[in-house]
């Protein structure tokens, strides 16, 4: 199959960096964001501004939808159930989901309500994207890593990279999808939670310190959930984020750092609760893990 028609749900920074790219290559009649009714008439009043150009988007809502031959997922993960039921009506018998969330969690969501056969698993990496009321900004789009649970080469993992490879989006098949996920999955379970309990920037885990020991803490419970999964993480996998995390701007803050002192809700859940439920299973505990889930917890509480 040739993918002709995109649909996207979610405007946050992957949403908008993801649509514009692909909307200045097939065109507004061919990639479009699905929204309810309500959303729709709001986006359509105030457009987009990525790298200071505005994008100029196509808006559905379900009672305008066309069938879709791929659907994005990039809402956040909270909004995950809702997105499944909106975009109902614009998927058909050959629709194919791609979801840009973090976490191993969406993907078994869509195909709980679509079906397996429909859904490719997939990465992102190295993107700066933000997002500013509605302008997003980024230098770096990174690429997204795909693949299929099972490792298989398939139809639709085709269809994808062909994609891929006509709009020039960069992209890597690798051997593993699914460790590929866990792998990110350790990484912001460690440097995402940490930061956003404390409130700070990189430079405050690029040092020595009770932080930066927390930090490497959760991530050592993530190795020891991944392997009750048969997914092979090691050390050397902390220790190359280590190494990257040296690289990054002191300065920089976390996503869901950035949500905690912007009072928003974050994706602990998908992070620390996807952790600590398997680890509930399997009979043993979290320690570090619950620590940041109930702190990050009392915190999205002190901002309602």
């Known amino acids: ?28 009649e061919n990639v479009f964001f699905i929204a309810d009714e309500g959303r729709v008439n709001r986006y359509r009043s105030a457009d987009m501004v990525c790298n200071g150009e505005a994008c100029g988007f196509s808006y559905w ?16 993960f909270m909004g995950m159930e809702s ?32 079906g397996a056969d429909h859904v490719l698993y997939a990465c992102v990496q190295g993107m700066d994207a933000g997002k500013d009321g509605n302008e997003v900004t980024y230098k770096n789009m990174g690429y997204i890593t ?17 994609l891929f490879d006509r709009t020039g989006l960069a992209y890597k098949v690798p051997d593993d999808i699914l460790r590929e996920q866990w792998n990110k999955l350790m990484l912001n379970t ?3 939670q940490v930061t956003a ?4 920037p990189y430079s405050l885990i690029q040092k020595e310190g009770e932080a930066r020991t927390m930090m490497i803490e959760a991530m050592r419970e993530v190795l020891r959930v991944a392997d009750t999964q048969d997914i092979d993480l090691t050390e050397a996998d902390i220790d190359y984020w280590l190494e990257l995390l040296a690289t ?12 905690v ?17 398997i680890a509930k299973k399997e009979g043993f505990s979290l320690p570090v893990n619950t620590f940041l889930y109930e702190k990050l917890k009392e915190l999205e509480g002190a901002s309602d």
């Not at 040739?2 to 097939?26: C, D, P, S, T, W």
């Not at 693949?147 to 990279?161: C, F, I, P, Q, Y």
């Not at 309990?197 to 700070?200: C, D, I, L, N, Q």
Request: proline fraction near 3%; include cysteine; glycine fraction near 10%.
């Open 1 to 28: 199959m040739e993918i002709k028609k995109i649909g996207i749900i979610g405007q946050g920074a992957l949403g908008v960096m993801y649509g514009n790219y692909l909307k200045k290559r097939m065109g507004n």
């Open 61 to 76: 809502s379900p009672a305008e939808a066309v069938t879709a031959d791929l659907i994005i997922f990039a809402v956040k």
């Open 83 to 114: 997105a499944l039921e909106i975009v109902k009506p614009f998927v058909g018998e050959h629709t194919l989901f791609l979801s840009v969330l973090n976490g191993i969690s969406s993907e078994e969501m869509i195909e709980k309500a679509y």
């Open 146 to 162: 795909i693949g299929n649970k099972d490792r298989s080469h398939d139809e639709k993992l085709k269809a994808v990279t062909e």
């Open 190 to 192: 460690g440097v995402n």
């Open 197 to 200: 309990v404390y409130g700070a």
């Open 248 to 259: 990054l701007n002191p300065e920089g803050h976390t996503s869901m750092c950035q949500d």
């Open 261 to 277: 002192l912007a009072g928003r809700p974050t994706e602990v859940d998908l992070f620390a609760g996807t952790m600590l439920k």
